[in-house]
């Protein structure tokens, strides 16, 4: 059984409002959007069931999934880099953990994105 995206490509176009990420490489972002918040969640929405959360955690998982996807999309070329700064002439570049990027697990998320997924309860690192 193929890991199934937390949003669909339907309700990243429809609901999301989602236009960035071309048709073809959507579900593929999703899918990977999708794993990457498993980790930030400590897997607890794959090991409980995406149904076995409550509707609000269920709509705060899908929005974070295709925002992440888009930041996924955007950012692709600074994420895959090794180099956390570089400067050359005085033009410097860094990326990881900064004021507006939450970086945990090797995922880098929006910082924005991260609070909102917080809000689920499902980020917390107490075991309940």
């Known amino acids: 059984m193929a890991y199934e995206p937390y949003s669909t490509t339907e309700y990243y176009t429809d609901v999301y409002g989602g236009s ?9 972002l ?8 498993d980790s930030l969640t ?6 409980r069931g995406f149904s076995s959360l409550t509707p609000f955690q269920q709509d705060i998982v899908r929005e974070v999934v295709c925002q992440q996807a ?6 692709a070329d600074e994420i895959s880099t090794i180099l956390s700064s570089y400067s050359i002439n005085g033009v410097s570049a860094q990326f990881g953990s ?13 910082r924005d994105t991260y609070a909102l997924l ?5 980020c917390c690192r107490l075991v309940g």
């Open 20 to 28: 960035l990420i071309p048709g073809e490489k959507l579900l593929g």
């Open 30 to 37: 999703l899918r990977q959007a999708s794993r990457h918040v």
């Open 42 to 47: 400590f897997n607890r929405i794959f090991g």
């Open 70 to 75: 888009d930041f996924e999309y955007e950012n």
């Open 98 to 110: 900064s004021w507006n990027v939450f970086t945990e697990h090797g995922v880098a998320m929006k």
């Open 118 to 122: 917080c809000q689920t309860g499902l």
